[in-house]
C-alpha cells in the first residue's frame, strides 16, 4: 500500500488517512521530516492542493459558527416532551418495584432468605437435624 504523502496518484479526498493527514497539517502537529513531503505535494500535485484548500475552507467555516450554550431548563423541557409524546411511558410515576435498583433488591431477597434458613436450622422443632446422641431404633421383626 502507498503511502499518501508520497504517492501522486488518484487520491480519495474522504479517505479517513488523508482527512486525518490534512488536520494533522492545518494543526501544525506533523513531524518536521512529513510536513516537508506534505508542503512539496502541495506545490506538485493541484488535485491534492485543491482537496487541502477545500479542507482548510471547512475548518474555517467550522471555526466561524459561535458556541452556543444550552438554555437553563433545556433538560426539563426535553423530558417533558419525552414523556407527553411517549404517553407517559419515559419518565412518569414508577411503582415502588421499578424505582428501587434491582441489585437492592437482590440483596434484601438473598438476607431474607438467609434469615429463613437460619431461623429452620436453630429452631428446636424444625429443620432436619441428625443427632448422634439419639439414634432411632432399628425395627425388628
Request: proline fraction near 3%.
Amino acid at each position: 500500500m502507498a503511502d499518501t504523502t508520497t504517492d501522486t496518484a488518484q487520491f480519495d479526498a474522504n479517505d479517513d488517512e488523508v482527512v486525518e493527514l490534512f488536520s494533522e497539517y492545518y494543526e501544525g502537529a506533523l513531524p518536521d521530516e512529513k510536513a516537508a513531503e506534505f508542503s512539496a505535494r502541495l506545490e506538485t500535485d493541484s488535485e491534492f492542493s485543491a482537496a487541502y484548500k477545500q479542507f482548510e475552507k471547512t475548518m474555517e467555516l467550522l471555526s466561524g459558527m459561535h458556541k452556543m450554550s444550552a438554555p437553563i431548563d433545556f433538560d426539563k423541557k426535553v423530558e417533558e416532551t419525552i414523556h407527553r409524546r411517549s404517553g407517559g411511558r419515559f419518565f412518569g410515576r414508577k411503582a415502588f418495584g421499578e424505582r428501587i435498583p434491582y441489585e437492592i433488591l437482590a440483596v434484601v431477597v438473598m438476607l431474607l432468605a438467609g434469615a429463613i434458613y437460619w431461623m429452620g436450622r436453630t429452631s428446636g422443632t424444625g429443620g432436619h437435624k441428625f443427632d448422634d446422641n439419639n439414634v432411632p431404633e432399628m425395627h425388628q421383626k
